[in-house]
């Protein structure tokens, strides 16, 4: 069964039938006795798919399938009502009257609060979701499929293969691999297979490597992520660059370039205040970006034959475990220009549960001073440079 097809507007996440393409709604299924109480599922309206709500988001917002025809509602969780507010201003996003709007407290209690704004004109909400829905899927769709209409489960089936040969059809495979979308990397077609993956990159497409990596100056390929991975907007995307000289271009460096030679290349995500010329829409509610240097040659060569910062983020559904090879995440083949396989990514050094942990991520931003924000498979190899080697202070969480 295919997942979901998830669109993010307006800081909600709505789904979509992968079936049939119709939203998917909000429908109580059964009362649980005692402290469990309802459980409650998504449910398409116009066929019979239903999909279990498994986790609870901090501010989930779903359609309702109360009412008749459209008579679609939002409903939220009481906890969401507490950091909810109403204002007089206008919507930013469609100019409707009485827009509410969530505040969030920043990395420290001495920066302002970043403000989400939504649209409490429902319909609204709901119409820009299912126009957003319907120039995502026309990407990927046969012209004969039908959008946000009722079709058969055939006909859906039918569709996904077509743009799964679609995506195919439209790429060379530099290696020998099954599917010819994918390409393995060897060292013989290396050079071949970044130019490769450099051409989908700077046309704004996406691909998947030993890292994910769409162009970070393009609103559009950020977006597409974000929109496949049903990852919430809040969620920072880090950077990856060819080189220790291109960090200084894209983030302010208050540490010795030694530090960084000691702790790059590698599983190790560095992160600082942001410089101007990075694009603004990647990571719009914080100044920091964080920098990565992989310790894999193709996509170093990648990242250079690109010629600027490539977006990095794990090649998974938002909130689901970690790959380590590109069968774990065939669900987003269709939504990918191309694959390059280099193998799986454990080693018997590791054990594989280290290997999915990530990379080591340290916030590098305040003047010496380190903060672990994340442990990652490098935690105590960091820990060490940074404190005994170059003495400089732990912020603690």
């Known amino acids: ?13 709505f789904k979509f039938c992968p079936t049939c393409g119709n939203l998917l709604c909000l429908k109580c299924a059964s009362t649980k006795g005692g402290a469990g109480g309802e459980e409650w599922v998504r449910k398409c309206k116009a066929c019979p798919y239903v999909q279990p709500i498994l986790s609870k988001h901090r501010y989930p917002a779903y359609i309702s399938q109360e009412g008749e025809g459209e008579e679609l509602d939002i409903v939220e969780s009481s906890k969401a009502d507490e950091y909810r507010q109403r204002t007089e201003a206008l919507c930013p996003r469609c100019t409707h009257k009485e827009a509410f709007f969530y505040q969030m407290q920043t990395r420290s209690a001495d920066e302002p609060m970043t403000t989400f704004y939504e649209c409490c004109n429902k319909q609204t909400v709901i119409s820009r979701a299912k126009e957003c829905f319907f120039s995502k899927r026309s990407v ?3 012209p004969s499929s039908s959008v946000l209409q009722s079709s058969p489960p055939t006909a859906a089936a039918a569709s996904l293969s077509s743009r799964k040969m679609e995506n195919c059809n439209g790429l060379s495979a530099a290696g020998d691999h099954p599917h010819s ?11 071949s297979a970044s130019a490769q993956g450099a051409n989908i990159i700077n046309s704004g497409g996406l691909i998947a490597t030993p890292d994910g990596h769409p162009d970070a100056q393009n609103d559009s390929a950020i977006s597409k992520i974000y929109e496949i991975k049903g990852r919430h907007c809040d969620k920072p995307v880090a950077i990856c660059v060819s080189e220790i000289n291109q960090i200084y271009q894209w983030g302010k460096v208050l ?18 205040e942001r410089q101007p010329l990075l694009n603004p829409g990647l990571n719009p509610n914080t100044q920091l970006i964080g920098i990565r240097i992989p310790n894999h040659q193709f996509i170093r060569s990648l990242a250079e034959a690109h010629g600027g910062p490539v977006a990095l983020t ?4 938002s909130n689901c475990p970690s790959t380590l090879a590109v069968e774990e995440f065939k669900e987003m083949w269709p939504y990918l220009n191309a694959v390059f396989d280099g193998g799986r990514l454990s080693s018997c050094e590791k054990s594989e549960a280290a290997a999915r942990a990530g990379s080591t991520v ?24 940074l404190r005994d080697k170059y003495h400089l202070s732990e912020v603690m969480k």
């Open 255 to 272: 540490v010795p370039r030694a530090l960084l030679e000691d702790l790059l290349p590698g599983p190790v995500t560095l992160v600082f």
């Open 140 to 142: 990927f769709s046969s």
């Open 1 to 13: 069964m295919d997942s979901p097809q998830i669109i993010l507007i307006m800081d909600k996440k």
């Open 314 to 317: 794990s090649a998974n559904f």
């Open 181 to 191: 979308f994918i390409t393995s990397i060897t060292s013989s077609n290396l050079s």
């Open 362 to 385: 340290i916030d590098l931003s305040s003047q010496g001073h380190f903060k672990i924000i994340r442990e990652g498979t490098a935690y105590s190899e960091c820990v060490e440079v």
